[in-house]
């Protein structure tokens, strides 16, 4: 029963070597299922393996040549495509090597390396490409976020609590607090970033090898801004990696948010905004419909991801040794969420600036249920100097009496107030109908909040170079994360010319 | 701007009618991303509601015959097929008639209709499909788990509570109450499929028509058994969904927790069990290795339907009319599921039977660590009257000692344990050796156990008949199910038949 | 080291035994932590099995007699109280007798039980006792909903989908649609209970006992419908309970989706309703508050009770035999959620009757967004002979017209039409002006819609009778269940007094 | 109807003010159902406002010295009770005042505040107090963790993958890798800390206030590291609360797999450890049973925690101004899985050290089932110069061998190394027996194993002083932390001194 290792290969898993029977197809089509873009970690962990065992004589030098001169020949082909063709697991840059320089010089790549670091790798070098794209996204999404609030500072429109109508602000001071979420959001995705780009490279199946692998070199030439500093944490442990689940389910769950927020504005009955055509579906039936579908999408994909988190931790739930296979349903879960997330994040940087406004309707709502009620109770304490809570309490019956009698906020006179201060504390508080007015009016309500962090487009605007400045600083952080990838490329590059040459 | 409806008709969304800008492709792209084996609910709800139109007489009948005869050419061609080169939506059906045949004829046939009951009719139609045969897959495994259930009937092993040994049992006796679990499995399904059964067609976007439909006929033309009472109710709830889901779902965990048991009968520790190669994978770097690869899949699976499961929940979890196109993503978990279901479900009836069974070690260690020893008690109050209370702790002293003192259970004597009877009540408790060594048979403990449902090979095989009797019930019901669905295909293609004619 | 059982005895576990450290403070807290009014099934459970071991000759009558009435003493006392003063534990029935009666009486009460039964029996009972509870406010909310459906079969108002104007209909059809939703709740709950109302008593620890106990008398006894028919499944399968939490999270998700309706119906931009000021809040600032707070608490129990079910899904993701104490926090998520969905039924059968409807200002919007423009399509296709879609797209472009030159629904005349249809087909399509006005009514529009299970009154009111039939077989259902139980409770009372005489 | 606000005040709600019926019971209960030592928090902002209030001069000074003497009564009496008499609510510092000074006075208290800053100052106070015993907690477990693993950096043991031996390791090198899972939640619990502990006081209902309040001075007298830069952010946006809770739940998984490790090390079959009686529980007919109950508690928190990061999620899932009430589900479950982790980091710290390590037994079993065949294969490399590939499948027949002819890996021969490389190559490969048994023992295996973060004793000790100084490090940001906020409180006390004086 000789094999001929040269001739008709097929991997470590040969049948006839450790186990007899060739996998059950359906087991084997799940665990190779590899998406051609996704093979290219794998591409690269070889790379620098070779490189790495030459530098420290390892292997022999002229083999580590020949197989990354092969290598760069496939690059020339597609990478993704000859990997394919050579079955598309991970192992397929072996079995490429051995096809083609047969197992006496092929069979030298995979020295002190496991399928345990290479999907490890795999999996970190997938989540760092992710992550920097995202955060690309956010960023783009926060500068158009800071156009558009910068535009609509003098917005008045209603807040709402409870679903309610609370008090006067701003549409360009809720977008800015949609930018303070970005923020968190960008450095969420940024810590995660930074637990993720450490090198499991070199642990092997958790123990590393017996051979004296250069980790630290290893992990240089992909990219990697660490090594990790225990060979078990390495491969068993996959917290880091809800780490960046939590942080693509939390852009889900914002970009959700204001998913609702934009439809509940885009409703007949709030009439706050118009939505462009093309994000829009309309009916088979009812052809007077403009269905904001883009935005339901956005808004249901926070489903899809906190689904997908629940799948990654009950996966995880087990004992070290044990979630193995397993790993792929989260893996598939987060990458998923991954892509619907950067398309989302795109949709909305191009939605926001070309929203049409109905300024008017949103100025008009916002007097026109109360939402200013406070500020006549401020309006008391100021100039009549009662207690908060006595000028609440009259206030709140001057509400009731409007709510019963049918009387609009604009309609309330002094002596309807008197009447509130009557039956609260037994007199009037002689409030001036011109005072009454001003605590009535809700631009006037926006603008009087002056103080730290308000809604006044005063205030807002002296904040608002703060913003810009995280933004730059956000900027500079993704082209540095990308600038160093690619001098890391570079750097393995030229240490493969010199290996090659 | 004269549209020419004839020539580059787009559906109802062309440009230039209610809306001018078209869809962005990011959306339309996921509206439209279906597989194109799941388009024949469409299809079949097309062709029955054509009949039920021109029954009624609510369009001329030549142009009816003229629309089923295209759509029995596009069967000729291949309906998927067809229909993927037509926009691949629900609506191209309608699509591929207007080409064919012009708005004149090919416009007359979505009157009364919606993308509302088109979508809940193709919900439904693909729900009973994999119900169906999720059900069939059930019972298959079954089959074969009353096989090897009574073939091990006597095959000894330690029962597991708090993953440490409880009492003897028999491998035979677990796979029975494994068939216990789908047994309600089936009925979950069964349930679930006659809630799904009932037909939405008709109910439009949820008020129906003007038109005079015949709900009823439309309903019997697609195999439903019923007809849903409300037509809101038709189109907006989906709690119906959730029931399917769940009864996936809890397939998944049956199958999770028993991959989760053979793979812990499968550890170098326990040794109970070999399983064939096929099933296993190996390692790249350890060669010892067989890895049961298919299991963990097997195990991994209800991680996932359980975030779906929630990714379902969260997406319903909203106002009655809001989530529309976010089902969506509903709707790719629960047929994922579905998928995954069905193949671990065969992998399962592959695998059990050809499970090697290692007996003599399951049997060595069902005595090995005091698993019968409360037998020993129950000896002790069989034979010398003892309270049962008082026996437990005389035996539990017994034990005790025989760790302290490295004795193991079959060394144990009668001296022993009168020293433990001294110790907790002042006096000696007088078994005989003979006794003693019967309670401490594991073998003997379970031939013992032959009260209602317990795990005695008598027992287990006057109960066996009443599994199998439940097995063929359940065979009967799908074989009853799948009959009266190939009857309505039956039934409408001779009403096309009579139309066409 | 003598152990002195009567005075100072602690149960199987007390120190010295087989362990020889009291249990950590830390753990027993938690195992014991048991609500007072939960430790009624315990009781019940002692009840029956002693009554079976004296029935069987399995312990001496007269000891069986003598713990029978020690029993009657307790609940003479309080069963709650009492069993908490010996430590509350499911053991406390045993702890109670042994010092009362010593342990050569009271001790031989547990023979052939173990902790393993009667935690199955403890959950199921109160599953059992909840679903009743459950179902019987299920009804209540139905036939308050019976009752404010008839009165609200002319509340025309639109119907939405996307969050947008869909078609008009009315408040009554929408709230016989939610009975439909609380009918399939109320199945749910009843398989659920014909799954729970079987017996695991006397399946002991998985393997039963070598006593010949006689389960389906205890079983009898205690009021359950069957007996589990392998010991091993009644003791290590918990997948019943996930279809009780099943249940239970459907019952909330249906209850949040209406407390988003009527929350949507509650804002100042909808307007339609009115909710009485007990169920509302204030706020502590904005004295015009009215806060639907127990809408909001209804609306959100939902996201426990799904997150519960996550954690019973994720508890249960085990070997069989693995988790057992880790099921205690699926038993608390799931009664919780339990109370909470007995709370908030109760919530909205006092709440809908009293809540106020506005009519008019529903039916000012039901037609002044379009959502009747399907049946001017309608009328097209009727009184011109279009087919449908070239209607469909005519009123089209029609709805754009309107919208881009201000145009109101009712305001539209025969010439806009037609200059619609012109654009669309190059001719006027000539539609009367009072056919125009009969099919711009939104009110006529919910008349013509007569078809089986519309929202015509007409047709309302032919399927009420339908729906109230279904609620009174329904209650019978409950109050069946509730009058098995007691005559099980007289039948268990009658066998005591047979022994205790 | 004139009230009386002196006599039975009944805060904000009183009927007859702006609604006329009190909150229903029910509604009220769950509202204010609050731990006493749960309202802290609010207490400390009630101070800090005062302060701030009277040192910007926007109340009288005499005023608010009279209520912060008020306050230290309160103090004096014990502000959980004295808060538990006037109804236990966020507004019962308000309440406790104006019953004590009258509205006059104690009415002037929430000036510019609002119910959304006191929930949101609770939330975050309450968080940072959790988050910092946590963080003492971890630290605690990280020392408890380092001694013991220094311990046993010679306990070889099998190493696991699949469920199944990979290769040989040391338990001390687990333990280490358990130590950087802890070094990770640790910076996950410091980041989260980071973001909570920025005030949102004065942010009011998200808008602020048009007085002019000095929100950094509330934010520095209550210990807030900053001050969030936005009032709508600060009230409307709790994405910070889920960071906090991925931070807990992240400890529940960590310490559920090390439960899930412990547990199968602990059962009969692995036989690795020993765990104190005191963790374990026995059984009621199982006298032979020590269950790791505590372990089983720790298992199961995980599924618990994960079920209510689904429901925080759940929760927020909504337009911005919709979850109000329903986030006191979120608090709920947050709080307590806060409650949780921390008691099991203690329960670990107390188990760790005294876990009895079986060292014999687990070196046996490193053996035994060939987890050491790698190392053979890495001689043949060494040794022979074969490549890896070919060597690791000569390795894999003669695996295949071993477990075909019943041989134990001490018992294989070079000869049967030959006949494997016979049967791959065609020839034999000729290792020396003793390089084989020095292949073969697993302890030299561990040894060989020195390279960065590698098993070996030798590699370890010259990582430990670097886990070492993190945790020192660690400790002393928790001690800073604690440091930082008693500063602040006295402070605070000292600002009041300034006023009351």
Redesign the interface.
């Known amino acids: 029963?000789?094999?001929q290792?040269h001739g008709e290969y097929q991997?470590?898993?040969?049948?006839g070597?450790?186990?007899?029977?060739?996998?059950?197809p359906?087991?084997s089509a799940?665990?190779d299922d590899t998406d051609p873009s996704a093979l290219y970690p794998y591409h690269l962990f070889d790379k620098a393996h070779l490189v790495m065992l030459a530098e420290e004589d390892l292997i022999p030098r002229q083999d580590a040549a020949a197989m990354l001169k092969a290598l760069r020949e496939m690059e020339a082909q597609g990478v993704g495509e000859v990997r394919q063709q050579v079955g598309g697991t991970m192992?397929s840059g072996?079995q490429y090597l051995?096809r083609l320089l047969g197992?006496?010089?092929?069979?030298?790549?995979?020295?002190?390396?496991?399928?345990?670091d290479?999907r490890a790798v795999w999996r970190r070098c997938r989540e760092r490409d992710c992550l920097i794209d995202m955060m690309g996204e956010m960023n783009g999404l926060r500068a158009a976020l800071l156009e558009v609030a910068e535009k609509n500072l003098d917005a008045v429109m209603?807040?709402?609590?409870?679903?309610?109508?609370?008090?006067?602000?701003t549409l360009g001071?809720?977008f800015?607090?949609w930018?303070?979420?970005l923020e968190?959001?960008f450095q969420?995705a940024d810590?995660a970033y930074r637990?993720v780009n450490e090198s499991p490279a070199?642990?092997?199946?958790?123990?590393?090898?017996?051979?004296?692998?250069n980790?630290?070199r290893t992990a240089e030439l992909m990219g990697f801004d660490g090594?990790?500093?225990?060979?078990?944490?390495?491969i068993?442990?996959e917290?880091?990696a809800?780490?960046t689940f939590?942080a693509v389910?939390?852009v889900h769950?914002?970009l959700?948010?204001?998913a609702?927020?934009i439809?509940?504005w885009?409703?007949?009955?709030?009439g706050y905004i118009d939505v462009?055509?093309?994000?829009?579906?309309?009916?088979?039936?009812?052809?007077?419909?403009?269905?904001?579908?883009?935005l339901?999408?956005v808004?249901?994909?926070?489903?899809?991801s906190?689904?997908?988190?629940?799948?990654?931790?009950?996966?995880?739930?087990?004992?070290?040794?044990?979630?193995?296979?397993?790993?792929?349903?989260?893996d598939r879960?987060l990458f998923n969420s991954f892509e619907m997330a950067i398309?989302h994040l795109?949709?909305f940087t191009?939605l926001l600036p070309e929203m049409e406004v109905k300024r008017e309707r949103m100025r008009e709502?916002a007097g026109?249920?109360?939402?200013q009620?406070?500020?006549v109770?401020?309006a008391l304490?100021?100039e009549k100097g009662l207690?908060?809570?006595?000028a609440?309490?009259i206030?709140?019956?001057l509400?009731?009496y409007s709510s019963e009698r049918n009387i609009r906020p604009q309609e309330v006179t002094p002596a309807l107030l008197d009447e509130a201060a009557v039956?609260?504390?037994?007199e009037p508080v002689g409030l001036g109908d011109e005072a009454l007015r001003r605590a009535l009016d809700p631009v006037e309500?926006?603008n009087?909040?002056?103080?730290?962090?308000?809604?006044s487009p005063e205030e807002c605007l002296r904040?608002l170079p703060?913003y810009r400045a995280q933004l730059e600083q956000d900027e500079a952080l993704v082209e540095e994360k990308s600038k160093r990838l690619s001098q890391a490329a570079d750097k393995l590059e030229r240490a493969i010319d010199a290996l090659v040459d």
Chains 1, 2, 3, 4 share one sequence.
Request: glycine share 10%; charged share 25%.
């Open positions: 029963m000789r094999k290792p991997g470590y898993r040969t049948p070597i450790r186990l007899m029977e060739p996998l059950l359906g087991v799940f665990t192992h072996e051995i197992e006496e010089v092929g069979g030298r790549m995979h020295l002190g390396r496991s399928s345990g290479l209603p807040g709402y609590t409870h679903s309610q109508h609370a008090q006067p602000t001071h809720q800015l607090a930018v303070c979420v968190r959001c969420r810590v637990r070199g642990a092997a199946i958790m123990t590393g090898s017996d051979f004296p692998l980790r630290h090594v990790l500093r225990n060979t078990y944490d390495a068993l442990n917290d880091v809800l780490d939590h389910a939390l769950l914002s959700s948010r204001w609702s927020d439809n509940f885009f409703t007949s009955e709030a462009p055509d093309r994000f829009c579906g309309t009916s088979s039936i009812m052809m007077q419909k403009k269905n904001p579908d883009s339901e999408y808004r249901g994909a926070v489903a899809e906190m689904g997908g988190l629940m799948t990654a931790f009950a996966v995880q739930k087990a004992a070290s040794g044990d979630p193995t296979m397993d790993l792929r349903y989260m879960a398309r795109r949709w191009e709502m026109a249920h109360w939402a009620a406070t500020d109770a401020g304490v100021r207690p908060w809570r006595t609440h309490q206030v709140g019956i509400v009731r039956e609260y504390m037994g309500f926006v009087r909040r002056t103080l730290y962090g308000g809604p904040r703060e």
